[in-house]
């Protein structure tokens, strides 16, 4: 949900800038542009359209100077345009501003601004922003900035740039992230961490209601009463090369392929002579031990992970878990009390519904714990507890990686309160783990067979494309699934409507009769998850109704799996054997393939989906 990129150096400011909205602009793809300051004044340049128009309009006409803002923009407030593009200008055009979130009050400051003489040029809400900082700018940006965001209702993460001020810049939060870079005679404010990863890799988390002015040697911090702060900066883990493409054609494919590396690093940060280990937790064991409920509440894939959570849960830690998309946990009287513990699942931890779920949690006294790949990311500092799935950056729109990686630490998890609470034995762990630790190597296994074309899932993507075009576009796609493979059917289903923009639905196979088979003609595919499981039979049957009328079916199936074969169904692909139980995770990457494979046979952009964007920071 935008981009947001500030720097002050000794570089040429203009392409710091864009090398570093390069790497945010999985956060919004509409517009862009840049504003520098150049001999006492603010110059600038903003394109509709994606990053590369800017860049080809910056080749022609180049900026220079050592400081700047820089911005990608995904549309709330005004059609994606060039005027409606950040940044943007006070009256005097000395004040330029890039932001991120949204402006709740924008129409009541605006009206107010046009009272007292200031003039708009866009629909945003962010232009009340520099005007606001004219209003209070006094010879001291610092100061206007602090006075102006006093007035700010909503979410904003904003860098802003005076010309009278040619060393330093100044930036703010509330509600959306912004981070500081401290590098070696250069400082940077950045939405996320992988935009600064090129310069430095110590960065600054800013609070919300905390402003910073930045220069090329200095940092300073202050709250939003002027009391100035100190902080220390924190040095990230992630490398440069986890936010390249690393010779993949895509993000999305890239991360897909890393998920074995990423379960077995949890494995192995994780497990320390088969003991569970969660150094970063701060939550007390007695706290698991007096905990009557869960509730687990996310967004997306982070909620398809947290349903599949409560099958873990329920079925190993016996204990009653119910799980909730943000959105709606928000906005009832979610019962939750000192005795509940909830556990947001984000991949950002910056998702404006999960964040404001976890405060509604924290007001009511349930006990939180986040689990984040961000670090130091919103939700990750609010929670009481948090556990990081460390997956590094995850850059494709669509995410991969971050739901198995939540997978893997939501069983890590269930095996650790299981424990505590005295329902799982030392023996029962010790066989869990067993199985458990086979996963990075069946991953990689799994990987193995799509890259070898052993499983012909591109093959499959094809022909459902000439299908598709063959029955006027009209086919779509059901995902049918049962126990704990149920949320993977989901999964599969939003992966595929993303980046193929194909109507999909995913549903528990057992539902299917009541009411899904009236969509069975030979119009849709069905992906079928029948691998080995208690129920498997029930699958089969559910094959068979499909059969009966016509559907075209993909069956995920395990490999060995001689049954499978005298079903008749169109398709297979097979993955390794594993307990019903760990099997989401082995089932994940056809699913995910198959999307990728759909999408590139549409010839659409993969990792920049339309209308969607990576960080979900506005409600
Ligand atoms: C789907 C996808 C989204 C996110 C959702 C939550 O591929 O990426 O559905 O899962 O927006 O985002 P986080 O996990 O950052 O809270």
Redesign the pocket.
């Known amino acids: 949900m935008c981009g947001i990129i500030g720097y002050a150096g000794k570089k040429v400011a203009a392409k710091v800038l864009i090398n570093s909205l390069r790497r945010l602009e999985y956060r919004g793809y509409d517009s862009a542009g840049i504003a520098v300051l150049q001999d006492g004044s603010i110059n600038f340049s903003k394109k509709a359209g994606k990053l590369h128009v800017l860049t080809d309009e910056l080749k022609r006409f180049p900026l220079e100077g050592n400081i700047g803002a820089g911005h990608v923009r995904w549309a709330t407030h005004g059609v994606p345009n060039e005027v409606n593009a950040h940044p943007h200008l006070d009256c005097t055009g000395k004040i330029a501003v890039v932001h991120n979130g949204i402006i709740e009050n924008y129409q009541a400051l605006k009206t107010m601004l046009i009272k007292e003489g200031h003039k708009f040029v866009s629909d945003t809400d962010t232009e009340v922003i520099p005007h606001l900082i004219e209003k209070y700018y006094k010879g001291y940006l610092l100061e206007a900035v602090r006075q102006a965001v006093k007035l700010l209702k909503g979410s904003y993460a904003i860098c802003c740039l005076h010309a009278s001020d040619r060393k330093r810049m100044v930036g703010a939060r509330c509600d959306s992230p912004l981070i500081i870079g401290a590098g070696k005679n250069e400082n940077f404010f950045a939405s996320d961490a992988p935009a600064i990863l090129d310069y430095t890799k110590n960065v600054i988390f800013l609070n919300n209601y905390e402003i910073a002015e930045i220069s090329k040697n200095t940092i300073k911090i202050i709250n939003i009463n002027g009391k100035t702060l100190s902080r220390k900066p924190t040095r990230i883990k992630w490398n440069i090369s986890q936010a390249e493409k690393s010779g993949f054609k895509h993000f999305m494919l890239k991360e897909i392929f890393e998920q074995s590396n990423v379960v077995g690093d949890i494995l192995k940060e994780r497990l320390k002579n088969n003991k569970i280990h969660f150094e970063e937790l701060a939550i007390k064991e007695k706290v698991f031990k007096g905990i009557k409920n869960m509730a687990i509440v996310?967004?997306?894939?982070?909620?398809h992970a947290a349903l599949t959570g409560k099958y873990m849960l329920e079925d190993l830690a016996e204990i009653p878990v119910w799980v909730d998309t943000s959105s709606e946990f928000r906005y009832r009287k979610p019962i939750v009390g000192k005795n509940t513990l909830v556990i947001l699942?984000?991949?950002?931890?910056?998702?404006a519904d999960?964040l404001h779920a976890l405060r509604e949690a924290k007001k009511r006294k349930a006990k939180t714990l986040a689990v984040c790949?961000v670090l130091g990311s919103s939700?990750a500092r609010e929670a009481d507890g948090v556990i990081y799935t460390h997956a590094g950056p995850e850059i494709a729109?669509?995410?991969?990686k971050?739901?198995t990686a939540q997978l893997a630490i939501l069983y890590l998890l269930t095996i650790y309160i299981g424990r505590i609470r005295g329902v799982i034995s030392g023996k029962t762990k010790k066989k869990l783990l067993k199985e458990f630790k086979k996963i990075p190597r069946l991953l990689k296994l799994t990987l193995n067979d799509f890259k070898s074309n052993k499983n012909k899932i591109a093959e499959y993507a094809k022909n459902f494309r000439k299908y598709y075009l063959e029955k006027h576009n009209k086919s779509t796609f059901l995902y049918l699934a049962r126990n704990i493979n149920y949320p993977n059917a989901l999964e599969g289903a939003?992966?595929l409507k993303?980046i193929s923009y194909i109507t999909a639905e995913g549903y528990p196979a057992g539902e299917m009769k009541h009411g899904p088979i009236a969509l069975i003609d030979e119009n849709p595919w069905v992906v079928c998850i029948a691998t080995k499981a208690k129920i498997y039979e029930k699958m089969l049957s559910n094959i068979q109704e499909i059969k009966a009328r016509g559907g075209i079916i993909i069956a995920i199936a395990t490999k060995g799996d001689k049954e499978i074969a005298s079903q008749n169904v169109n398709y297979v692909v097979k993955v390794p054997e594993i307990s019903e139980l760990f099997s989401p995770i082995l089932v994940a990457i056809p699913l995910q393939l198959l999307a990728y494979y759909v999408a590139r046979e549409f010839g659409y952009d993969i990792d920049q989906p339309r209308n969607?964007a990576?960080?979900?920071t506005v409600e």
């Not at 996310?298 to 909620?303: L, R, S, V």
């Open positions: 996310a967004c997306g894939t982070a909620y699942i984000s991949q950002s931890g910056e998702t999960t790949n939700i729109v669509a995410s991969t971050a739901y939003l992966k993303e969607l990576k960080s979900v």
